[in-house]
């Protein structure tokens, strides 16, 4: 048994939607009224996860938008803080979505240490649920 494989793989498999996941969170900040959206996304060695990508930028498609930022992170804290740190078109950001939680959770320190206020100024929202 496999776990997050090529939906295609000829293999037994446990699989999450990935797609329909980054859609739905995508979703949700659209429908706040959000459109300024850049991602942290997945590394691009990722096999299963590069439809998380997808389902963003087809979502954002579908409002005629794209994103601001695209950063590929390596699943860890210090790569989401990495991708806010080093890159300056996250000035432009009002919404934030990272392709993992610990992406999400480093992204949050650098933008704490910007003096911005997660909500407030910027919104942040993770994948994988992570508690």
Excluded: K
């Amino acid at each position: 048994m496999f776990l997050d494989v090529l939906a295609e793989a000829n293999v037994h498999a446990a699989l999450l939607d990935q797609y329909s996941g980054a859609q739905l969170g995508a979703e949700h900040l659209l429908s706040l009224g959000h459109t300024r959206i850049a991602m942290i996304s997945e590394p691009q060695s990722a096999v299963a996860e590069h439809s998380r990508t997808q389902g963003w930028r087809d979502a954002l498609a579908r409002h005629n938008l794209a994103p601001v930022a695209t950063v590929h992170g390596d699943w860890s804290a210090s790569s989401g803080y990495t991708a806010v740190t080093t890159t300056g078109q996250w000035c432009r950001v009002h919404r934030l979505a990272g392709g993992h939680d610990q992406m999400a959770v480093g992204a949050l320190r650098a933008l704490w240490e910007r003096g911005l206020n997660v909500p407030r100024d910027v919104s942040v929202i993770g994948f994988d649920d992570t508690a």
